[in-house]
């Protein structure tokens, strides 16, 4: 007899439980007479269900599940598979994974997918400002991530949005839906911004691909066959407090792909309590929406609201074993997807600054997390805090960090120490460096995820103590948790922070130890500081915009030891200086301040005592979109209202990636176009000042949706009872329109009913007493000033004199239409049509009061149509068939 083999199991009801499995892989028997401490192979928020469900098994012998699998297919199906990692997605019965297949000696771990992913939350209102993005853009416009890839793990999004043009990239695993959420956030990250300036994203020349996320489990082919760089996740399943087998193969996948770099949206379930793990039945904290957000080597981020608070809904820390969790926030007053969004675009543009300096290579994504989270501006209590992380997403130093080489990277051993010195000014503040390195995967359901530990210490000048990075407390109690962090060694995060506030001038001495690792761990060292000297405007900035109906920001940075300024505008063309505040609170992230409804270049000013800090040229005004006059074959006319300051304007279309300017000076506020054959349908327009600054366009429009055509919107006939047809034509331009006719069609072609001359109106109508039965249809004449003629389409009004007891129409009717009976009477009638030779050629039964007559396939003529009723003729009627109207 084979001897059997146990193996402790799972947590039902209370109890562990352990398995009694024969090595033959034969069915199995639950044994409930032992208890054990530790459930390792199964999650334990897991309880039994009886109708098949989702399963993420991973598996230490890929050979040998598949056989198990193959056996007993009856029970367990395969959906999805990442062989490489050894997971399989599959389905089957809760008793069936439970009783059969975790038994198994090369099943490692089981988790049960019972919740589909949710989008979530996503900003609706267009901020650039807060986290420093648009003063990237503007000092830094050679920066745009173009040639870069990114992915948008969700729903598809519109691939017909002319934010995305010609940057989409097919990769045969996008969703086979849409949603409105995945094009926001693929907008967010890389819009182009040829809609308005709202649908500018962070990396506008990125190009952006799909990838469906059912299966939650990393994209390992398309990656690297595509030359994916970051991965954007705006998505959550519910609590999931553990460290998971999609956690573990996406910190796999990072271990071996150095750059690409996985963001996650933290959640929005901030409000709810924590579900299974160490922080069970904590509210307010430990609640990530994912166990994949577990994962070490990714960002997760938390929302930012208009308030620069973290709102309530959004998800908090600490991850399931202590770590900082999130590790930063970003703007996001509806959630923390369109967080995401923008970290995921802010990573874009430092992998394209490292492109930059370094011939085209790409920068490993622990030195692109040690910027950002280096740079991040702290929030709420001095340090890391499980709320905010390390604070708030400030791309403007991340990039900068990059381009200015503030960074240092090299390889940790167990037990060595490697040194750097670095040298700072005198009046420095805020001083902060960051360690980060890419961690290899823990085992699916390890108590701690942290494998290879590296520590990072600072020496400042003179001094021989060395500063450990700041550490939070992370029992499971609601006070502990609240507790700022402290300087101590860091035995849980793959990113390590040293902070000092006010640091002496000199040479420090930055350490970097292997304290614990298997064999050799590649990191990143980042640092930056403030100047106490130093003011910078944020915004507004040589690329802002600010139309008068959008609440503005003035935004800025100042460490020094004033608190308050006074902050003014100038608009150009005037020497004179508007005082907007006169005490602004210096220490304060922003004003905001509604801008006049002008167009007009201005500058700002901060003056801090004696000190007058200026910001860049900017643009205040609005111009509204154009409308389309008439579009003919080979002219377009479009047309706008004036805008007050604007001495002329420029017309933009889209062309390629981007809207193109095609005419640079229209001092009309309307121009006559004569597009290509094939052009681009989309049209904006601009306006400029007399001191020659272009102002923001305008909504884009296109040409096809406006209801316009070759000079008309519309021409509509209704009957009046009881016998009077009102036509009525709406004209989208009198440009070089001299006349308009109205045009009625009778059995002699059509007929001119009436002319007027335009006298601005662009609506005409006219009234037709002289209707007749059947079909009465009409049409518009335009006349040019140059005599050319221009119709419109027809109208028809359906008219019955019910003195007749049938009526057919139309007459003379195509060989390609149906007849049309109206009958006062119709039951038990029918109708056949004779040519003229007297052959039948088709008969139909009336059964409706409004009866269709398709005839088959007929020569050009006169046919005899004939009504009966049981048989017997009761009328007839001349039908004339053409080839053509």
């Given amino acids: 007899m084979k001897k059997a083999f146990t193996y402790t199991l799972l947590f039902l009801h209370s109890c562990f439980y352990t398995l009694a499995q024969h090595p033959a892989y034969k069915l199995t028997t639950i044994d409930t007479t032992h208890f054990h401490k530790l459930p390792y192979k199964l999650r334990t928020s897991i309880y039994t269900h009886t109708p098949p469900a989702t399963w993420l098994l991973s598996v230490s012998d890929t050979a040998a599940f598949l056989q198990f699998a193959q056996a007993h297919n009856k029970h367990l199906h395969i959906i999805n598979r990442l062989s490489k990692y050894g997971l399989y997605v599959t389905t089957a019965t809760d008793s069936f994974i439970i009783q059969h297949t975790l038994p198994l000696p090369f099943v490692r771990f089981a988790d049960s997918r019972k919740r589909a ?17 648009e003063k990237t853009h503007a000092a830094y416009p050679f920066l745009s991530a173009t040639g870069l890839t990114v992915s948008v793990k969700e729903q598809m999004f519109d691939t017909s949005d002319i934010d995305f043009a010609n940057r989409i990239l097919h990769t045969g695993i996008q969703a086979a839906t849409t949603s409105a959420h995945a094009g926001i956030i693929a907008t967010t990250i890389a819009g182009a911004g040829n809609s308005y300036y709202t649908g500018m994203g962070a990396a506008p020349g990125a190009t952006l691909s799909g990838a469906d996320y059912t299966s939650m489990l990393p994209d390992e082919e398309a990656y690297k066959q595509f030359h994916i760089t970051a991965q954007n996740h705006s998505y959550g399943v519910g609590i999931e407090n553990y460290y998971g087998a999609d956690a573990a193969a996406y910190d796999a996948g990072t271990w071996q792909d150095t750059v690409l770099m996985h963001v996650f949206s933290a959640g929005n379930a901030g409000r709810d309590t924590a579900l299974g793990g160490h922080y069970h039945g904590l509210p307010y ?10 994962a070490k080597n990714s960002i997760a981020v938390g929302a930012l609201d208009a308030l620069f608070a973290v709102p309530a809904a959004s998800s908090r820390g600490p991850a399931y074993d202590g770590r900082i969790f999130p590790q930063l926030v970003a703007y996001g007053d509806e959630g923390s997807s369109g967080a995401a969004a923008l970290v995921t675009g802010s990573v874009l543009l430092l992998q394209d600054a490292w492109r930059v300096t370094h011939n085209g290579q790409l920068p490993a994504a622990a030195l692109v997390k040690a910027a950002l989270i280096n740079s991040a501006t702290d929030l709420l209590q001095p340090g890391p805090d499980y709320t905010s992380g390390y604070g708030a997403l400030n791309t403007f130093k991340a990039v900068r960090t990059i381009l200015q080489h503030q960074y240092v990277q090299g390889i940790s051993y167990a037990g060595h120490t490697d040194t750097f010195t670095l040298q ?3 009046a420095a503040r805020n001083l902060r460096i960051t360690l980060a390195w890419n961690d290899t995967a823990a085992a699916p359901n390890a108590a701690t995820a942290l494998v290879n530990d590296v520590d990072i210490e600072v020496i400042a000048p003179g001094s021989s103590q060395r500063l450990q990075p700041l550490v939070l407390h992370h029992a499971p109690h609601k006070d502990s948790l609240q507790l700022p962090a402290t300087p101590a ?33 590649p990191y990143a060292v980042a640092w930056q500081w403030d100047s106490a000297q130093q003011f910078t405007w944020l915004s507004p900035n040589r690329n802002s915009y600010w139309p008068s109906d959008v609440i503005q920001h003035f935004s800025w940075e100042y460490y020094g030891a004033e608190s308050t300024g006074q902050l003014s505008i100038q608009y150009t063309g005037s020497k004179e200086w508007h005082t907007i505040k006169p005490d602004v609170t210096l220490q304060a992230p922003y004003i905001t301040w509604h801008a006049p409804d002008t167009l007009t270049a201005a500058v700002a000013r901060m003056q801090i005592g004696q000190r007058i800090f200026y910001s860049d040229t900017f643009l205040l005004g609005n111009q509204q979109y154009p409308a389309v006059g008439f579009q003919c074959a080979d002219s377009l006319l479009l047309y706008w209202p004036e805008k007050a300051g604007a001495a002329y304007y420029k017309i933009f279309r889209l062309a390629g990636k981007q809207m193109q300017e095609i005419q640079p000076a229209v001092t009309a506020n309307h121009i006559i176009l004569h597009p290509p054959r094939g052009a681009s349908a989309f049209y904006a327009i601009a306006p400029v000042t007399g001191t020659q600054y272009t102002g923001g366009k305008s909504y884009t429009i296109d040409i096809r949706n406006q209801g316009v055509g070759c000079y008309f919107y519309s021409l509509v006939a209704d009957l009046l009872p009881p016998a009077t047809a009102a036509v009525t034509a709406r004209l989208g331009s009198l440009y070089q329109i001299d006349s308009i006719g109205f045009e009625k069609h009778n059995a002699n072609g059509w007929q001119l009913l009436n002319t007027y001359a335009v006298n601005g109106n662009m609506q005409y109508s006219i009234r037709d007493t002289a209707l007749f039965s059947g079909l009465n249809t009409y049409r518009c004449l335009l006349t040019t000033t140059q005599g050319h003629r221009i119709y419109s389409d027809s109208s028809t009004v359906y008219y019955w004199n019910k003195t007749d007891d049938y009526l057919l129409f139309p007459n003379p009717v195509t060989a390609t239409e149906p007849l049309r009976l109206l009958s006062n009477n119709p039951f038990n009638k029918s109708v056949t049509l004779f040519n003229m030779q007297g052959r039948r050629v088709f008969t139909q039964n009336i059964n409706n009061q409004l009866e269709l ?24 009627r001349r039908i004339l068939i053409t080839t053509g109207r």
Avoid: W
């Avoid at 992913?117 to 993005?133: A, C, D, K, L, S």
């Avoid at 904290?285 to 577990?294: C, E, I, L, P, Q």
């Fill in 489 to 521: 060694r860091d035995s849980l995060n793959v990113t390590e922070q040293v902070a000092i506030s006010t640091p002496a001038a000199g040479t420090y001495r930055i350490l970097v130890t292997g304290y614990k690792i298997q064999s050799r761990q």
């Fill in 117 to 133: 992913p949710q989008e979530e939350g996503v900003v609706r209102n267009y901020n650039m400002v807060f986290n420093r993005i």
């Fill in 853 to 876: 007559l398709y005839t088959p396939p007929l020569p050009a003529g006169m046919y005899i149509l004939t009504i009966q009723e049981s048989k017997k003729h009761i009328a007839t």
């Fill in 424 to 426: 700072v000014p005198a």
């Fill in 285 to 294: 904290v430990a609640n990530s929406t994912g166990s994949f957000k577990m």
